[in-house]
């Protein structure tokens, strides 16, 4: 089972969801903007990702007012558990592998 983080105001995760319903895939959908992730299930994630560290959105503004020269993962997951809309998305999970769809064709791979 494939899980979409997904934010439907985000054209890119609008187009995610729709391949996947293109192709007939079983997935959930979790609005992660309306149940955030808490710092475990964040770093549970990371761990799932090819680039852990494209995690963070780094053209939101609170992005920007973070001290950037400090930044490692646990300082990424601090900032993303604390402002949820600065998690990248969409991210399609599979549970054993996470792939941030962008572009959305990028989610297909975990259907291989």
């Known amino acids: 089972m494939i899980t979409l983080y997904h934010n439907p105001r985000c054209s890119k995760s609008r187009e995610a969801l729709a391949l996947l319903e293109a192709r007939g895939v079983d997935f959930r959908v979790h609005r992660y903007l309306d149940e955030p992730l808490d710092a475990q299930a964040l770093r549970d994630l990371a761990a799932r990702l090819d680039d852990a560290g494209a995690l963070l959105r780094s053209n939101e503004a609170e992005w920007k007012a973070l001290d950037r020269d ?43």
């Open 70 to 112: 400090a930044m490692d993962l646990e300082t990424v997951i601090d900032a993303i558990a604390a402002t949820p809309k600065l998690m990248q998305r969409p991210i399609a999970d599979r549970g054993d592998r996470a792939i941030i769809g962008r572009p959305p064709e990028a989610i297909l791979a975990l259907l291989d």
